[in-house]
């Protein structure tokens, strides 16, 4: 079964950085797109960037110009950079990884922005 396993969340002040990492094992990424979602508490989980296998990328309109995805093949890491933290970006933040239409899923790493 693939597994991914997110790491690097915590609490940051408002226009703080943090770069978090996924980690997959029991499957190579470097075929398969990629991508960062969040769910705030009372919200629906939401899309925050995707990564295709040639590394193209997209971006959630609030996060354009302040996160980077990106992804590392031989480490078999995606990566999310993120810059200029606001508060409501304070969401648990999932790693997605899709298998012809299947979507996987890791456990989340929590993200909060407050002073």
């Known amino acids: 079964q693939v597994q991914l396993v997110e790491s690097g969340g915590g609490l940051v002040q408002p226009g703080g950085s943090l770069r978090l990492s996924c980690a997959a094992s029991?499957?190579?990424?470097?075929?398969?797109?990629m991508g960062w979602y969040r769910q705030a508490p009372g919200k629906q989980r939401e899309a925050v960037a995707t990564?295709?296998?040639?590394?193209?990328?997209n971006y959630a309109d609030s996060v354009k110009g302040r996160f980077t995805i990106s992804r590392d093949n031989a480490e078999n890491t995606v990566y999310l950079k993120m810059t200029s933290l606001k508060p409501e970006d304070t969401a648990v933040y999932y790693c997605?990884?899709?298998?012809?239409?299947?979507?996987?899923w890791g456990q989340g790493t929590q993200v909060t922005v407050s002073s």
């Open positions: 997605n990884l899709i298998v012809d239409l299947m979507h996987f």
């Open positions: 029991r499957i190579s990424i470097s075929s398969f797109h």
């Open positions: 990564i295709t296998p040639a590394a193209g990328t």
